[in-house]
Protein backbone atom coordinates (compact mmCIF):
# COMPACT_ATOMS: atom_id res chain seq x y z
CA UNK A 1 0.00 0.00 0.00
CA UNK A 2 3.02 2.28 -0.18
CA UNK A 3 1.63 3.61 -3.73
CA UNK A 4 -1.33 4.79 -1.36
CA UNK A 5 -0.07 6.23 1.23
CA UNK A 6 3.30 8.09 0.89
CA UNK A 7 6.19 8.90 3.11
CA UNK A 8 7.42 11.16 1.58
CA UNK A 9 6.32 15.04 2.37
CA UNK A 10 5.72 16.28 -1.30
CA UNK A 11 3.10 18.46 -2.95
CA UNK A 12 1.78 14.41 -3.89
CA UNK A 13 1.52 13.94 -0.16
CA UNK A 14 -1.05 16.96 0.45
CA UNK A 15 -3.40 15.83 -2.24
CA UNK A 16 -3.65 12.37 -0.62
CA UNK A 17 -4.19 13.49 2.54
CA UNK A 18 -6.87 15.87 1.88
CA UNK A 19 -8.39 13.53 -0.76
CA UNK A 20 -8.40 10.81 2.30
CA UNK A 21 -10.30 13.25 4.76
CA UNK A 22 -12.61 13.79 2.11
CA UNK A 23 -13.14 10.32 2.04
CA UNK A 24 -14.21 9.61 5.84
CA UNK A 25 -16.29 12.91 5.55
CA UNK A 26 -18.09 11.19 2.60
CA UNK A 27 -18.72 7.96 3.94
CA UNK A 28 -19.94 9.74 7.40
CA UNK A 29 -22.71 11.95 5.18
CA UNK A 30 -24.05 8.92 3.06
CA UNK A 31 -24.37 6.90 6.17
CA UNK A 32 -26.31 9.94 7.65
CA UNK A 33 -27.90 10.81 4.69
CA UNK A 34 -29.63 7.37 3.85
CA UNK A 35 -30.54 6.39 7.46
CA UNK A 36 -32.32 9.86 7.37
CA UNK A 37 -33.92 10.06 4.22
CA UNK A 38 -35.39 6.57 4.52
CA UNK A 39 -36.62 7.16 8.14
CA UNK A 40 -38.37 10.45 7.63
CA UNK A 41 -39.17 9.08 4.18
CA UNK A 42 -37.57 12.54 2.04
CA UNK A 43 -36.63 11.40 -1.29
CA UNK A 44 -34.54 14.53 -1.63
CA UNK A 45 -31.96 13.40 1.13
CA UNK A 46 -31.71 10.05 -0.15
CA UNK A 47 -30.64 11.17 -3.62
CA UNK A 48 -28.14 13.42 -1.26
CA UNK A 49 -26.62 11.18 -0.35
CA UNK A 50 -25.78 8.91 -3.29
CA UNK A 51 -24.65 12.38 -4.18
CA UNK A 52 -22.34 12.25 -1.13
CA UNK A 53 -21.34 7.86 -2.61
CA UNK A 54 -20.19 9.44 -5.85
CA UNK A 55 -18.13 11.86 -3.98
CA UNK A 56 -16.68 8.98 -2.11
CA UNK A 57 -16.15 7.37 -5.52
CA UNK A 58 -14.36 10.12 -7.23
CA UNK A 59 -12.29 10.65 -4.63
CA UNK A 60 -10.55 7.17 -4.58
CA UNK A 61 -9.77 8.15 -8.70
CA UNK A 62 -8.15 11.23 -7.45
CA UNK A 63 -5.80 8.50 -4.84
CA UNK A 64 -4.66 6.48 -8.07
CA UNK A 65 -4.44 9.75 -9.89
CA UNK A 66 -1.74 11.46 -7.63
CA UNK A 67 0.41 8.83 -7.03
CA UNK A 68 0.09 7.59 -10.44
CA UNK A 69 1.06 11.33 -11.94
CA UNK A 70 3.66 11.99 -9.57
CA UNK A 71 5.70 9.23 -10.72
CA UNK A 72 9.04 10.26 -12.19
CA UNK A 73 9.81 10.28 -16.09
CA UNK A 74 10.90 7.02 -17.31
CA UNK A 75 11.47 5.29 -20.99
CA UNK A 76 8.21 4.66 -21.87
CA UNK A 77 6.71 8.49 -20.45
CA UNK A 78 10.01 10.62 -21.03
CA UNK A 79 8.08 13.97 -19.85
CA UNK A 80 6.97 12.19 -16.80
CA UNK A 81 3.37 11.17 -15.96
CA UNK A 82 1.66 14.34 -15.07
CA UNK A 83 -1.07 13.95 -17.55
CA UNK A 84 -2.89 10.85 -15.62
CA UNK A 85 -4.16 14.02 -13.20
CA UNK A 86 -5.47 15.48 -16.36
CA UNK A 87 -7.30 12.52 -17.18
CA UNK A 88 -9.13 11.95 -13.99
CA UNK A 89 -9.69 15.24 -13.80
CA UNK A 90 -11.72 15.25 -16.86
CA UNK A 91 -13.47 12.11 -15.66
CA UNK A 92 -14.29 13.83 -12.54
CA UNK A 93 -15.62 17.02 -14.66
CA UNK A 94 -18.08 14.44 -16.83
CA UNK A 95 -19.26 13.03 -13.64
CA UNK A 96 -20.04 16.45 -12.01
CA UNK A 97 -21.50 17.21 -15.50
CA UNK A 98 -23.78 14.01 -15.22
CA UNK A 99 -24.56 14.38 -11.71
CA UNK A 100 -25.83 17.97 -12.56
CA UNK A 101 -27.78 16.82 -15.47
CA UNK A 102 -29.69 13.87 -13.41
CA UNK A 103 -30.15 16.50 -10.51
CA UNK A 104 -31.56 19.02 -12.78
CA UNK A 105 -33.90 16.34 -14.52
CA UNK A 106 -34.86 14.85 -11.40
CA UNK A 107 -35.79 18.25 -10.36
CA UNK A 108 -37.53 19.48 -13.27
CA UNK A 109 -39.69 16.47 -13.34
CA UNK A 110 -40.69 16.68 -10.44
CA UNK A 111 -41.32 20.60 -10.49
CA UNK A 112 -43.47 20.10 -13.81
CA UNK A 113 -45.61 16.90 -11.98
CA UNK A 114 -46.09 19.80 -8.93
CA UNK A 115 -44.99 16.94 -6.77
CA UNK A 116 -44.74 18.34 -3.11
CA UNK A 117 -42.28 17.48 -0.07
CA UNK A 118 -42.22 18.51 3.39
CA UNK A 119 -39.37 17.23 5.41
CA UNK A 120 -38.89 16.97 9.15
CA UNK A 121 -36.21 18.57 11.54
CA UNK A 122 -34.01 15.64 11.30
CA UNK A 123 -33.29 16.30 7.73
CA UNK A 124 -33.06 19.84 8.18
CA UNK A 125 -30.33 18.71 10.74
CA UNK A 126 -28.55 16.70 8.37
CA UNK A 127 -28.64 19.02 5.50
CA UNK A 128 -26.69 21.53 7.69
CA UNK A 129 -24.41 19.60 8.62
CA UNK A 130 -23.58 18.29 5.11
CA UNK A 131 -23.12 21.49 4.24
CA UNK A 132 -20.91 22.99 6.65
CA UNK A 133 -18.40 20.24 6.53
CA UNK A 134 -18.58 19.98 2.11
CA UNK A 135 -17.63 23.31 2.48
CA UNK A 136 -14.94 23.28 4.35
CA UNK A 137 -13.52 20.28 2.63
CA UNK A 138 -13.93 22.03 -0.78
CA UNK A 139 -12.10 24.81 0.43
CA UNK A 140 -9.41 23.14 1.92
CA UNK A 141 -9.50 20.59 -1.00
CA UNK A 142 -9.39 23.56 -3.76
CA UNK A 143 -6.59 25.67 -1.42
CA UNK A 144 -3.98 22.46 -2.08
CA UNK A 145 -4.72 22.26 -5.64
CA UNK A 146 -3.90 25.78 -6.10
CA UNK A 147 -0.60 24.99 -4.20
CA UNK A 148 0.45 22.07 -6.36
CA UNK A 149 -1.40 22.87 -9.28
CA UNK A 150 -3.49 19.81 -9.73
CA UNK A 151 -6.33 19.33 -12.46
CA UNK A 152 -7.54 16.37 -10.50
CA UNK A 153 -7.80 18.10 -7.00
CA UNK A 154 -9.60 21.01 -8.53
CA UNK A 155 -12.27 18.79 -10.33
CA UNK A 156 -12.85 17.06 -6.98
CA UNK A 157 -12.80 20.37 -4.75
CA UNK A 158 -15.69 21.53 -6.99
CA UNK A 159 -17.22 18.34 -6.47
CA UNK A 160 -17.62 18.46 -2.89
CA UNK A 161 -18.76 21.87 -2.96
CA UNK A 162 -21.44 20.34 -5.46
CA UNK A 163 -22.77 18.07 -2.85
CA UNK A 164 -22.91 20.90 -0.94
CA UNK A 165 -24.74 22.60 -2.75
CA UNK A 166 -27.22 19.75 -3.07
CA UNK A 167 -28.12 19.79 0.49
CA UNK A 168 -28.40 23.23 0.59
CA UNK A 169 -31.45 22.73 -1.99
CA UNK A 170 -32.60 20.28 0.54
CA UNK A 171 -32.04 22.58 3.58
CA UNK A 172 -33.77 25.77 1.70
CA UNK A 173 -37.00 23.06 0.34
CA UNK A 174 -36.88 21.68 4.27
CA UNK A 175 -37.39 25.28 5.21
CA UNK A 176 -39.57 26.44 2.95
CA UNK A 177 -41.59 23.63 3.12
CA UNK A 178 -42.35 23.90 6.74
CA UNK A 179 -43.42 27.23 5.85
CA UNK A 180 -45.94 25.85 3.08
CA UNK A 181 -44.67 25.68 -0.03
CA UNK A 182 -43.95 22.34 -1.00
CA UNK A 183 -42.20 23.07 -4.39
CA UNK A 184 -39.14 24.89 -2.99
CA UNK A 185 -37.15 21.71 -3.07
CA UNK A 186 -37.93 21.09 -6.98
CA UNK A 187 -36.79 24.74 -8.03
CA UNK A 188 -33.53 24.88 -5.77
CA UNK A 189 -32.54 21.47 -6.66
CA UNK A 190 -33.08 22.63 -10.83
CA UNK A 191 -30.73 26.16 -10.01
CA UNK A 192 -28.40 23.65 -7.88
CA UNK A 193 -28.25 21.11 -10.87
CA UNK A 194 -27.82 24.13 -13.65
CA UNK A 195 -24.90 25.06 -11.34
CA UNK A 196 -23.13 21.71 -11.17
CA UNK A 197 -23.00 21.11 -14.48
CA UNK A 198 -21.57 24.83 -15.17
CA UNK A 199 -18.39 23.92 -13.20
CA UNK A 200 -18.22 20.81 -14.50
CA UNK A 201 -18.11 21.67 -18.05
CA UNK A 202 -15.57 24.84 -17.25
CA UNK A 203 -13.40 21.93 -15.83
CA UNK A 204 -13.61 19.83 -19.00
CA UNK A 205 -12.87 22.83 -20.90
CA UNK A 206 -9.77 23.06 -18.88
CA UNK A 207 -8.73 19.85 -19.39
CA UNK A 208 -9.19 20.19 -23.14
CA UNK A 209 -7.00 23.12 -23.48
CA UNK A 210 -4.11 21.20 -21.62
CA UNK A 211 -4.39 17.68 -23.65
CA UNK A 212 -4.54 19.50 -27.15
CA UNK A 213 -1.03 21.01 -26.23
CA UNK A 214 -2.45 24.41 -25.54
CA UNK A 215 -0.77 27.09 -24.51
CA UNK A 216 -0.29 28.81 -20.84
CA UNK A 217 -2.78 31.84 -20.23
CA UNK A 218 -1.82 35.24 -21.67
CA UNK A 219 -1.08 36.57 -18.15
CA UNK A 220 1.78 33.45 -17.64
CA UNK A 221 3.44 34.69 -20.68
CA UNK A 222 3.51 38.18 -19.51
CA UNK A 223 5.15 36.60 -16.30
CA UNK A 224 7.73 34.37 -18.77
CA UNK A 225 7.91 37.37 -21.15
CA UNK A 226 8.82 39.32 -18.10
CA UNK A 227 11.14 37.06 -16.54
CA UNK A 228 13.26 36.54 -19.09
CA UNK A 229 13.96 40.21 -19.59
CA UNK A 230 16.14 40.20 -16.74
CA UNK A 231 18.97 38.47 -18.20
CA UNK A 232 20.57 41.41 -18.90
CA UNK A 233 22.94 39.32 -22.01
CA UNK A 234 19.58 38.46 -23.64
CA UNK A 235 19.45 40.98 -26.55
CA UNK A 236 15.80 39.10 -27.72
CA UNK A 237 14.48 35.99 -28.27
CA UNK A 238 11.45 34.02 -30.51
CA UNK A 239 9.47 30.70 -30.99
CA UNK A 240 8.50 30.70 -27.10
CA UNK A 241 6.41 27.69 -27.07
CA UNK A 242 4.50 26.68 -23.85
CA UNK A 243 2.74 23.60 -22.65
CA UNK A 244 1.58 22.25 -19.33
CA UNK A 245 1.37 18.75 -18.61
CA UNK A 246 -0.18 17.99 -15.21
CA UNK A 247 1.32 19.77 -12.61
CA UNK A 248 4.41 21.07 -14.92
CA UNK A 249 5.72 23.43 -17.56
CA UNK A 250 7.19 22.56 -20.22
CA UNK A 251 8.76 26.07 -22.01
CA UNK A 252 11.10 26.15 -25.67
CA UNK A 253 12.22 29.34 -26.46
CA UNK A 254 15.07 30.39 -28.80
CA UNK A 255 17.69 33.24 -27.04
CA UNK A 256 19.56 35.32 -28.98
CA UNK A 257 23.04 36.58 -27.72
CA UNK A 258 25.88 38.51 -28.61
CA UNK A 259 28.02 36.22 -31.33
CA UNK A 260 30.85 37.17 -30.21
CA UNK A 261 30.64 35.33 -27.21
CA UNK A 262 31.92 32.10 -26.42
CA UNK A 263 30.53 28.37 -26.41
CA UNK A 264 30.86 28.95 -22.58
CA UNK A 265 29.40 32.06 -21.82
CA UNK A 266 26.62 31.24 -24.08
CA UNK A 267 25.59 28.24 -22.36
CA UNK A 268 26.16 30.19 -18.99
CA UNK A 269 23.42 32.91 -20.49
CA UNK A 270 21.20 29.35 -20.96
CA UNK A 271 21.40 28.53 -17.33
CA UNK A 272 20.61 32.23 -16.29
CA UNK A 273 17.33 32.09 -17.83
CA UNK A 274 16.03 28.94 -16.76
CA UNK A 275 16.74 29.77 -13.23
CA UNK A 276 15.07 33.23 -13.85
CA UNK A 277 11.67 31.30 -15.02
CA UNK A 278 12.05 28.48 -12.64
CA UNK A 279 11.66 31.04 -9.91
CA UNK A 280 9.07 32.67 -11.86
CA UNK A 281 6.82 30.43 -12.37
CA UNK A 282 6.68 29.08 -8.99
CA UNK A 283 6.07 25.61 -9.72
CA UNK A 284 8.43 22.89 -11.81
CA UNK A 285 9.13 23.93 -14.81
CA UNK A 286 10.84 22.32 -17.40
CA UNK A 287 13.30 24.96 -19.76
CA UNK A 288 14.58 23.96 -23.21
CA UNK A 289 16.43 27.31 -24.17
CA UNK A 290 18.68 27.03 -28.17
CA UNK A 291 20.83 29.63 -27.65
CA UNK A 292 21.38 31.74 -31.22
CA UNK A 293 23.87 34.86 -32.39
CA UNK A 294 22.34 37.97 -33.06
CA UNK A 295 22.99 38.59 -36.97
CA UNK A 296 21.29 40.48 -39.61
CA UNK A 297 21.18 37.26 -41.43
CA UNK A 298 19.61 35.39 -38.63
CA UNK A 299 17.19 37.95 -38.18
CA UNK A 300 16.08 38.09 -41.76
CA UNK A 301 15.62 34.52 -41.56
CA UNK A 302 13.38 34.78 -38.88
CA UNK A 303 11.16 37.10 -40.26
CA UNK A 304 10.84 34.82 -43.48
CA UNK A 305 9.14 32.21 -40.92
Known amino acids: MDWLFPKTNTPSDSGVRVTLVGIVINVLLLAAKLIA ?21 TDLVV ?33 LIVVGLFIAWKAGRALYAHQRSFPG ?25 RRVR ?24 GVVGLCGWGLADQVAGLLVGLMVVSSGGKTLFNVLHELTEGALSPAQLHTINAAIKQ ?15 GREIFLDLHVLVDPDLTLLEGHRISMQVEEV ?15 EPDTPELAAHHKDC
Open 150 to 173: STALQANAWHHRSDALSSVAVLLG
Open 121 to 145: LAVLVVAACSILTKEWIYRKTARVA
Open 63 to 95: LGAIRLGARKPDASHPYGHGRYETLAGGLLAVT
Open 37 to 57: GFLTGSVALVADGIHSGSDMA
Open 277 to 291: LQAACKRPVNVMVHI
Open 231 to 245: VDQVRGWHQLRTRQV
